[in-house]
């Protein structure tokens, strides 16, 4: 694409010079090599500045995350103990107390709560979920 925009400014620029310094007679096309241009360059600035500002808007989102879980050793009936969110693994059983962010995505197997989906469904209401329910985190 670069190489058509390029190409088509500096025929309407040449065409302009030669019409205007040699006499060729016919139009000039200086404001549309010029026009061009600016609007190229300034698509370009639009665009990265909304590409900076959706990486931002995203790592702040991968702030709000949770950073640290209640796991369980042993299942359910297990001795609760401080990990990491890197560190849980598919089938591990976690803790969600009330007030506090959901860790990983996952099934609920014990207990009820009401969760706010409303980042990800738009619903403002919270939606209750009980055994056997799948939640996002």
């Given amino acids: 694409m670069d190489t058509l925009i390029s190409m088509g400014t500096l025929a309407a620029f040449g065409w302009s010079l030669y019409a205007l310094l040699l006499g060729g ?19 370009r600035y639009f665009e990265a500045r909304s590409k900076r500002r959706a990486g ?10 949770a950073k640290d879980v209640v796991g369980l050793d042993g299942g359910l009936e297990g001795t609760e103990r401080r ?5 849980l693994a598919v089938g591990e059983h976690f803790v969600v107390r009330p007030g506090e ?7 609920v197997t014990d207990g009820s709560a009401a969760l706010d989906t409303a980042t990800l469904t738009g619903e403002p209401v919270p939606v209750d979920v009980g055994p056997g329910d799948a939640v996002v985190g």
Avoid: M, N, S, W
């Fill in 25 to 43: 007679g016919g139009e000039i096309y200086l404001e549309v090599a010029a026009g061009v241009t600016t609007f190229v360059l300034a698509g």
């Fill in 56 to 65: 931002a808007a995203l790592r702040a989102l991968l702030e709000l995350g």
């Fill in 83 to 87: 990990v990491p969110v890197e560190h």
């Fill in 101 to 107: 962010k959901l860790a990983a995505d996952g099934v």
